[in-house]
Nanobody, 121 residues
Framework: QVQLVESGGGLVQPGGSLRLSCAAS????????MGWYRQAPGKERELVAELTSGAGTNYAASVEGRFTISRDNAKNTVYLLMNSLKPEDTAVYYC???????????????WGQGTQVTVSS
């Protein structure tokens, strides 16, 4: 199994910044996709940013230019740096990691437990 542990959420004022982290552990053979999603109350989960081995990065239009996704391969960790936060960014943020594992062998598609981000004055 591949487990994900998220951290970094919290309460921040409009215009502020936060950095989310998501660390993957387990019998990982490869990480081919890392993404951040969010779900606000009463809304569906939506893609925020993603990073793939072949296609690079992709951002939702609403966060383009404000958020940056990055990864540390040595730590199997993906980050989401969020700048110029707005009240509409308030949501539970989830990381998603996909790839291949060793034991049991095969693909995995794991989700983090979610971390609350609240942007409010």
């Amino acid at each position: 199994q591949v487990q994900l542990v998220e951290s970094g959420g919290g309460l921040v004022q409009p215009g502020g910044s936060l950095r989310l982290s998501c660390a993957a552990s387990g019998t990982i053979l490869s990480i081919d996709y890392m993404g951040w999603y969010r779900q606000a109350p009463g809304k569906e989960r939506e893609l925020v940013a993603e990073l793939t081995s072949g296609a690079g990065t992709n951002y939702a239009a609403s966060v383009e230019g404000r958020f940056t996704i990055s990864r540390d391969n040595a730590k199997n960790t993906v980050y989401l740096l969020m700048n110029s936060l707005k009240p509409e960014d308030t949501a539970v943020y989830y990381c998603n990691v996909r790839g291949f594992r060793l034991r049991p062998s095969g693909k995995y598609d794991s989700w983090g437990q979610g971390t609350q981000v609240t942007v409010s004055s």
